[in-house]
């Protein structure tokens, strides 16, 4: 049985919230962030940058994964396949 996307991403959003206050920034390669959910990201995710935008109240369960951790992506590189949080 295919899990719900929410529940997909909730290990990364748990995973965000843990990490102390005093670190402002942090840079994970899509394998590491693959790694904390414990599941893969979208074909999406490797293609579009849009993937990694900040909308808030998008209703996708993956943005509000880190927005509602406290972070937001500041960048992202397709091609070196990494993405920038910084608190939000």
């Known amino acids: 049985m295919k899990q719900p996307a929410h529940c997909k991403y909730t290990p990364f959003e748990t995973w965000l919230r843990d990490i102390p206050a005093s670190q402002e920034e942090l840079t994970m390669t899509f394998a590491e962030i693959e790694q904390v959910m414990a599941n893969t990201l ?3 995710a490797y293609i579009r940058l849009t993937y990694w ?3 808030v109240n998008s209703g996708l ?4 994964a880190w927005l509602h951790a406290g972070w937001k992506v500041e960048s992202a590189d ?3 396949k990494r993405v920038t949080f910084v608190r939000g």
Do not use: G, Q, V, Y
């Open 61 to 64: 369960s993956h943005k509000n």
């Open 42 to 44: 979208p074909n999406t």
């Open 78 to 80: 397709l091609a070196e």
């Open 53 to 55: 935008t900040n909308e």
